[in-house]
């Protein structure tokens, strides 16, 4: 092959890893600047996003957004709280059951003040499901915030927002060993629920 072919790959291969560069550094924007401060955002509703439970035992992940909503709950006495989540593979009861046990058990949060939602099988259906719930406990003016975890803040919020709910997003940290990996999976997902039209 000729020296012009050779070139044309260098450039190419540099074109392509440039373009991935700028697409994680916007990637990498729109995550980090999804989610508001708790103390900025006042709900009438709380939804809590579920993600995998081992068994019955809430994730390190799971517990981490539980741990960020009873935070929330604590200084919003008068908000409701949805938990959101079915059951998976794996999964010996429904996200939302282990997580409405742990807001009780472990964070004191009181019975009343949580609607168990346990169909949801996406985050599509976390927030059309937990929105029925809400508008039957409080009606359609109902103002509502979601937690998640901080890298999942953007997606979800458009997701939210294709489904007509306007809920401002309340990030969870994530998982240290396991960040740089949810970035990347993030980054994909949300390029193919832009691509879909999903978001």
Known sequence: MDAGFWAFLKWFLLACYALGAVFLLVMGILMGTAAKRADEIKADA??????????????WVLSNRLDTAADYLAAHPDTLCV???????????????????YLIERKGID?????????????????????????????????????????????????????????????????????INNFLRECVGIAVYALRGDI
């Open 46 to 59: 709380l939804i809590v996003l579920g993600a995998a439970v081992h068994g019955d035992k809430v994730t």
């Open 83 to 101: 938990v959101s989540g079915g059951q998976g593979g794996g999964e010996s009861v429904t996200e939302a059951s282990a997580m409405h046990r």
């Open 111 to 179: 019975e009343s003040r949580i609607l168990i939602e346990d169909r949801a099988e996406s985050t599509k259906e976390n927030f059309l499901f937990s929105k029925t719930l809400i508008e039957e406990r409080l009606g359609k003016d109902a103002s509502i915030a979601f937690v998640t975890t901080d890298f999942h803040v953007f997606r979800a919020r458009r997701v939210a927002l294709k489904t007509g709910v306007d809920a401002e997003g309340i990030a969870a940290p994530d998982v240290w060993y396991i960040r």
